[in-house]
Structure formats: structure tokens, C-alpha cells
């Protein structure tokens, strides 16, 4: 079973259900196309990550961007 796991940074309220299905749909259709595999059992992971919560040496993205 082919597992697609997409992480990004959750903006602006994070991705619109219309924006993560059409994600999903097009990843899938990617990976039959190029790997010639089942698209029933494709599966497709969105995780939205609070900027709070991902850090880059030691200090998290959302103190890096207040100071841009």
C-alpha cells in the first residue's frame, strides 16, 4: 500500500478542505501515473504543523518570521 505523507506548515488558518482533497487527488494521480500502482490504495497523509512547534536551531519559525 503506497503512503504519502505531506507536512507543511500550518498559514493563514492552514489549507481549505477544497485545497488538501485537491492535494490529495493530484499526489495520487502523480503516483499511479509514475509508479503504476493502485490508486484504491494509495493513501495520503496532510499533517499542518503550528509554526509554535517547528523550530530551526532552536528557535521556533513563528519568532524567525516576526523578525523579517
Do not use: C, W
Amino acid at each position: 500500500m503506497p503512503f504519502i505523507n505531506v507536512k507543511m506548515t500550518k498559514e493563514d488558518g492552514g489549507a481549505t478542505k477544497e485545497q488538501k482533497e485537491q492535494l490529495a487527488k493530484e499526489l495520487t494521480d502523480a503516483f499511479v501515473k509514475i509508479f503504476n500502482r493502485g490508486q484504491s490504495s494509495t493513501v495520503v497523509l496532510i499533517e499542518e504543523v503550528s509554526t509554535d512547534n517547528y523550530a530551526i536551531a532552536g528557535e521556533t519559525i513563528t519568532n524567525i518570521r516576526k523578525k523579517k
